[in-house]
Each structure stands twice: as C-alpha cells, then as structure tokens.
RNA sequence: GGCGCGAUGGUCAAGCGGUUAAGACACCACCCUUUCACGGUGGUAACACGAGUUCGAGUCUCGUUCGCGUCACCA
C-alpha cells in the first residue's frame, strides 16, 4: 500500500522548529518509499488563528523544499484540505452524530461554571476531569434542550474499566488504563471540532497511512484509537517524535530567539543549513555522515531510528553546519546571497566579489560579515601595539622603517594585483634577508587597523586599490613617526 | 497528584549480551600559513543509582532518582 503522511499545522503564527522537524519527517518518511505528502490546514480554533499564518506555513515549506503533493492550494482527490472548508459542509457534526448513535459519544450542556467547579487544583496545576454528568440525561432532556436551543458539545464517550493499548513505531506498545481516558470534547459549542477529533476523521477520510506527530500526543492517543475502533476503521500507523528543547531542556519558546524558523532565517541561516540540521536533531543515519541535501535525506532515511529521548537545540553545531555549507557553496551563489550585507557596512565600489570569497570560509552566519569587511570602508582607531607582532618579529621602529620602504615601490610597481604584488614584496622581503611576515605585517596592519583580516596584506592591497593603499600607509607612516 | 514517556561526555549521538564505549559540535594543544580563519594531527570528557537475570550487562528485568509530557470547548 502506498504510505500516505500528512503535516497539519494550525495557522496560529510562527512555525517552531519542532513543527518543521515533525513535518520533514512525515515528509521524509513519505518519499522514502515514493509515498504522497499532505497538507491540510486545521483551522478549527477561530480564536488563535492568525492572520497570514497560512502563508507563513506556505512559505517555510517551499523554502525548504517539502513541497506537498495535495494540499489547499493544489487540491488532490481527498479535499478539501482546509477544516473550516470541511467544517462547513457538516461534516464532522456527520461523524460526531453517527458516534452518539452508536451510544459513544453524547451531548453535554454544562455551562462554564460547573464545568469551573470540577476543576481541582494539584501542584500548582488545574486539571479537570469530566464527571460524566450529562451522559445520563433522559432522551427526552436532551430532545428538550436542543429544540430550546440550549448550547451543547459533544463528547466522546469512554469507558470508566479496563484498559487500551496502542502501538507506537518508535515507543512499542503502550497500555493506559481507561479510567484515565476523560470524555473530550469533539464537537465545540461553535461547532467547530476540536482538534483531537477532527484529526482522527480527517486521516482516515484522507487515507493516511502513517500518523507523524510530536510526543505530546502520546498520552492522548488512546482515546484516538477508540474513536477509531468506534467507527470501525483501521488505525493508521503511529510515530511520536521527540520533543526537541533549548539548552535548560525546556520546551523551545519565543524568547529562545531561535524558536521558528524564520528567526533562524533572519539570524543569518541557510534554509537548506536549518533543515539539515533540524533532521539530526532526532534521527541519525546508519552512516556517520552529517550532511544531507534533502533528496540524500529522502534515500537515507529509515523511522525506525528516530530517537526517543528529547533533544537540546544546539546554535552552536548549527553554526558549524551553516559554514560547511558556505564553505561547500558555489561561490557566485554565495557573493549573490552575501551581497546585501557586504554593502550594508561597504558603501563604496570594490570588487565585492572578491571581497565575497574572502569571507565566505570564514563566517558561519551572514551577519558574521560585517565584522570582517569593515575595514575595507575605513581604517578604525587603532593602538600603534598593533605593529608588535612576537610571531613576525617585527616592532613598531622596523615597522616604520618597512613602510617607508614599501611605499614608494607601491607607488611604482605597474600591475597592482595579488600575484605580482606578493612578489614584489617576498624579494623585498628576501633581499633584506628577513620572512614574508615580517613586511606583510605592517603592510597589512597599516591597510586595516586590525588585529585579523579575511585575507593577506597582498589580497587587501589589491582590493583596496593603488590610491586607497598608499593613502593608507602614508597615515600609518605618520601614525608610527 | 494520577497516568505516560525518557535517561551514553557540556551538546547531538552510534551501540541493539562479549567493543580499547564510534563519530560530530564545542573546548585545548600542535602543524600549516602573508594575520585570523580554513585544512591536518592529537587530546580532555560519558553509560544517573541500586538490585536481579547471565559465564558475561551501556545493552534484558525490577526498583530508586532525575527530567519531560499530559490531565482545555489549544492544537
């Protein structure tokens, strides 16, 4: 059979990591075996929604490459993919009223307040658990309410004895002793479904085959799968994830500052980059290897070795893996994405270019840039100690004494490029006996008042250009007399 | 509090009864080098605890501890 998964996020904002992390693994887990990808929106709860949520959700998907095979935008044979779309035309109220006929599910009319008074408070904690009340009001109670108008929702109906058992791919089997499992709300008084029962009814009406979802699902599905059993259709198969966490093991949140996915984007990430190491996160390979384009993903992936215990989201091995992927990018594509932050600290006409592929090894994030490059605008305040390199040899009188030297070789030599330029100065350097370092140095601190540089004194000076070099060593002259 | 789940270095993790307990990030050292990176080499660092099963346990069982999840007309 064809394995059918589905990503169905709540259009109620940002998408977290955790919710990518779910909806590459149904994903993956789909085209592993040239299954189809769904999307379906579950809109059910008017009051977070969000505006331009949907389009967020949208976005993050294409931008990463899980592009769905159905979806609301696209159709397909299982539509509408949209619950309030579904909602409209009846049909989980459909479903909800089959399940009363079958004696499990019933109507409840309990107002807020004494829905108020069965909550109890216990470690700081309010939970509630349904006392079944309205379960055994007469059919003519219920007729009589419902012809008054009376709000009403519709609850599951479960057993008080025994016990249900589900299995899980990862986790095995896992048994809940039904006295645990309260009667949820399926239909809202806005007669919307809740989430917990549209779901069910929208994976068997879709044909989902494998049901990907992170663990805080585990302890309700026991009551899914006697909604199931309750209708009579087969139970899809299940596969929890684990809960992905920051770095105090607490559930990723907005102040994290690295909770969605386009925070990480904006930090200076690469899409590919996030997606690589959101997989990892989770799941590991048979191999040792680490990075995967998303169709190597699809060829490697296996569920079965997913993990079950949470994991902490690590910035500092995304970082890593954000530069290995600069490091392996094509370097025209990296100068064209690097750009605008190039000229957001160098406004005049260099060969941004160059420039680009001298940072591109060295950053792992593109706001890294600006720290690297700045000099090329202007040469900051800089301690004349600079010049007083133990490793070179060199001291603020030899300095002096190089660039007065340089200059008017510099002012001279006919082609001002890396190439000849560092030939230059190596047989300057040879001809008075003394290293390579001990002329860049002072060159290269002289070009940009810094203690680190994205390339070498030759790489710089020819950037910079013949006007700008000399100018600037002629300052540093002026700075070390 | 009930129920459920989880537990290998600081982090991600391999391991699925017998290993010198992989690998990666981070960290440190050295090498390379026109600075810093990159790259290369090496190093520090882990099976939460206690019983049991077994010739043998990180691997299986039970308990303890800790952590997380859940107990909504949110998903």
């Not at 019933?106 to 807020?112: A, L, M, Q, S």
């Not at 709300?185 to 479904?193: A, C, E, N, R, T």
């Not at 091995?317 to 290995?324: D, I, P, T």
């Not at 001279?412 to 047989?427: G, I, P, R």
């Amino acid at each position: 059979m064809k394995i059918r998964t589905r990503y169905a996020p709540s259009p109620t904002g940002r998408m977290h990591v955790g919710n990518l992390r779910t909806a590459l693994y149904a994903y993956l887990i789909a085209k592993h075996e040239d299954g189809d990808y769904i999307l379906r929106i579950e809109d059910t709860d008017q009051e977070r929604e969000m505006a331009g949520a949907v389009d967020i959700i949208y976005n993050t998907l294409k931008e990463t490459g899980l592009l769905w095979d159905e979806g609301p935008d696209i159709g397909g044979g299982f539509g509408p993919y949209v619950q309030s779309v579904r909602q409209a035309q009846g049909l989980y109220m459909e479903y909800a009223k089959k399940l009363i006929e079958k004696g499990e599910a019933y109507y409840c009319f309990c107002d807020e307040e004494r829905l108020n008074s069965l909550k109890k408070t216990v470690n700081g904690e309010e939970i509630m658990v349904y006392d079944k009340h309205c379960l055994y009001l007469s059919k003519e109670e219920v007729e009589a309410n419902l012809a008054a108008g009376k709000p009403f929702v519709i609850r599951q109906n479960n057993p008080k004895e025994g016990t249900t058992t589900f299995h899980d791919e990862l986790y095995g089997d896992i048994s809940v002793d039904n006295s645990e499992l309260d009667d949820m709300v399926l239909i809202k008084s806005d007669g919307f479904p809740t989430y917990n029962f549209a779901n069910v009814v929208d994976d068997h009406l879709m044909g989902i085959t494998h049901v990907v979802r992170g663990c805080e699902y585990l302890s309700s599905t026991p009551k899914y799968n006697r909604l199931y059993e309750a209708f009579g259709w087969d139970i899809p198969k299940y596969i929890h994830c684990p809960t992905i966490t920051n770095e105090e093991h607490k559930k990723l949140s907005k102040r994290s500052g690295h909770s969605s996915f386009q925070d990480l984007v904006d930090l200076g990430y690469l899409p590919e980059a996030i997606l690589n190491y959101v997989a990892l996160l989770g799941w590991s390979p048979a191999s040792d290897r680490e990075i995967f384009t998303l169709k190597e993903l699809c060829e490697e992936f296996d569920y079965s070795r997913i993990a079950k215990s949470p994991a902490v989201f690590d910035m500092a091995k995304l970082a890593w893996m954000n530069g290995e992927y600069f490091k392996a990018m094509d370097p025209e594509k990296f100068c064209e994405l690097a750009l605008p932050y190039l000229k957001e600290t160098i406004h005049k006409e260099l060969d941004f270019k160059k420039i680009a592929e001298m940072v591109r090894t060295r950053i792992e994030k593109f706001p890294d840039i600006k720290d690297h490059v700045d000099f090329f605008e202007c040469v900051p305040e800089y301690d004349s100690d600079l010049y007083v390199s133990k490793k070179q040899k060199t001291t603020k009188e030899s300095s002096l004494a190089v660039l007065k030297d340089v200059l008017p070789m510099l002012k001279e030599t006919e082609c001002f490029t890396n190439d000849a330029l560092f030939e230059l100065l190596k047989s300057y350097a040879e001809k008075n006996e003394k290293k390579v370092g001990f002329v860049m140095w002072p060159i290269r601190t002289a070009l940009s008042g810094k203690l680190m540089t994205p390339a070498g004194a030759t790489e710089i000076l020819e950037v910079l250009g013949r006007d700008e070099s000399v100018l600037r060593i002629e300052k540093a002259i002026e700075k070390l007399s």
